[in-house]
């Protein structure tokens, strides 16, 4: 299977497909970290990262924010001290699509790399 880290996302339309519960369950082992949860009916994608102090939580969220920007496809950021929770979800299907998967990759890469 190609790298999620290696992928660019796709322009979210209102036709995406939505991903299958068996991408799902190949595409988490590329991300075992992340829990997928059911918000108001709606899969997400959701990790808590652990950080020493407000600052750091922040830094972090504001460089999760830069790949959200870059890439056309965002978060939902709790920033808190020591703490940073975020969800991915696509809000034009109103649930999980490969786009998620592949910046939920790109989120552990920034924090390993911190
Ligand atoms: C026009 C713009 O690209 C869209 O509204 C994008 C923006 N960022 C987005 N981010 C996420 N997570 N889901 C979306 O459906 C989405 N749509």
Redesign the pocket.
Known sequence: MTELLEQKCV??TGSLPPATEEEIKRYKTQIPDWNVIETDGELHLQRVYQLPDFQSALAFTNLVGEIAEAE????ALLTEWGKVTVT?????IGGLHHN?FIMAAKTDLLFKEL
């Open positions: 322009p979210c056309g496809h965002h978060p991915w979800w696509t809000h034009a998620d």
